[in-house]
């Protein structure tokens, strides 16, 4: 079981930059997975970036490749989300999330862990 909550939201002009933090609970973070996904209003939640176990391979959605990054420090229990050189579009809930799976993975359904979310709005 592994309970994640999400922080670092917030209100940012177009152009600047948010880092998001996702803290887990529970002794097995390091065997996971980890990703973030996000949900605009009307829209269908959407990966964002994935890490593996170790922190040595990571993967991006097109959309945000060379302006987000994703880390972990497992001694810590948590996963970041660097975002820079922010959009209006990217405006969002974020979300992280854990899987079980040894490789990252795009696919939502391969999370079985959520936190509730943190929003991010970028204005124009």
């Known amino acids: 079981q592994v309970q994640l909550v999400e922080s670092g939201g917030g209100l940012v002009q177009a152009g600047g930059s948010l880092r998001l933090s996702c803290a887990a609970s529970?002794?097995?973070?390091?065997?996971?997975?980890m990703g973030w996904f996000r949900q605009a209003p009307g829209k269908e939640r959407a990966f964002v970036a994935a890490?593996?176990?170790?922190?040595?391979?990571?993967y991006y959605a097109d959309s945000v490749k060379g302006r987000f990054t994703i880390s972990r420090d497992n001694a810590k229990n948590t996963v970041y989300l660097q975002m820079n050189s922010l959009k209006p579009e990217d405006t969002a809930v974020y979300y992280c999330?854990?899987?079980?799976?040894?490789?990252?993975?795009?696919?939502?359904?391969?999370?079985?862990?959520w936190g509730q979310g943190t929003q991010v709005t970028v204005s124009s």
């Open positions: 529970g002794r097995a973070f390091s065997s996971y997975a």
């Open positions: 999330a854990a899987s079980p799976k040894i490789a990252t993975t795009p696919s939502l359904y391969d999370y079985d862990y």
């Open positions: 890490i593996n176990w170790s922190g040595a391979s990571t």
